[in-house]
């Protein structure tokens, strides 16, 4: 089985290479020199990976991102990502690892490729499809509860899962391939190619609204 969390890392950092330090992303404030700094923190720093998941040590993670971007170049830092994680990370063990990154590399890496108004949708391998629909069916629940309706998550060939239950609001039903339905639930819901069908007032505020996963 192909190691799609290598795939979509070297995909990555060669599009870095293409597009330099100062182009926008999809994540809020962030260029790619930011987003750069936040995936080495995360594989491998221990004192900042945890300002990632928790505010209140937020600031940490971001001196520490700022102190990464003096140290290295863009390209060197780059380089390190193309790597992979040191050996001490928990990045680095072969099915936690793969576990780990393969749905995180790949929404930033269209976190890059979506930030322009021209981009073009990849057609992702029947593997790599399947296994996000996988992996999303496990995460979407933690990931939309704070949606105000329910939501169910449609493939083309028919396929459902929900993602959160009915609300007071109802369900709203989110159709589109799996790469698309994982940017939706990552909030990325702007450049998601879904169609969503259910109450307008609420489709309405699920294009625009954070989960807050």
Request: negative net charge; charged residues 25%.
């Amino acid at each position: 089985m192909t190691d799609y969390s290598r795939t979509e890392r070297l995909a990555l950092c060669d599009l870095f290479d293409q597009v330099g330090p100062d182009q926008p992303t999809l994540c809020e404030g962030w260029l790619t020199h930011d987003l750069a700094a936040h995936l080495y923190v995360r594989e491998s720093d221990p004192i900042a990976a945890p300002g990632i998941m928790l505010p209140a040590l937020a600031g940490t993670t971001e001196r520490r991102m700022t102190a990464v971007k003096t140290r290295w170049s863009f390209t060197e830092l780059v380089d390190k990502l193309r790597g992979g994680p040191p050996t001490f990370s928990i990045y680095a063990l072969p099915l936690i690892g793969h576990q780990l990154n393969t749905t995180e590399y790949l929404v930033h890496h269209e976190d890059v490729r979506r930030a322009v108004p021209d981009f073009q949708v990849r057609a992702l391998p029947a593997e790599q499809q399947e296994g996000l629909w996988k992996g999303l069916k496990l995460a979407s629940r933690s990931m939309v509860r704070k949606a105000p309706s329910g939501i169910v998550l449609r493939l083309p060939d028919g396929r459902e899962a929900v993602a959160k239950k009915p609300t007071a609001a109802g369900s709203v039903t989110v159709s589109g391939e799996p790469v698309e339905l994982v940017l939706f639930c990552f909030g990325r819901q702007a450049v998601a190619q879904v169609d969503l069908d259910g109450d307008p007032e609420i489709t309405a505020q699920l294009q625009t609204r954070s989960f807050g996963f």
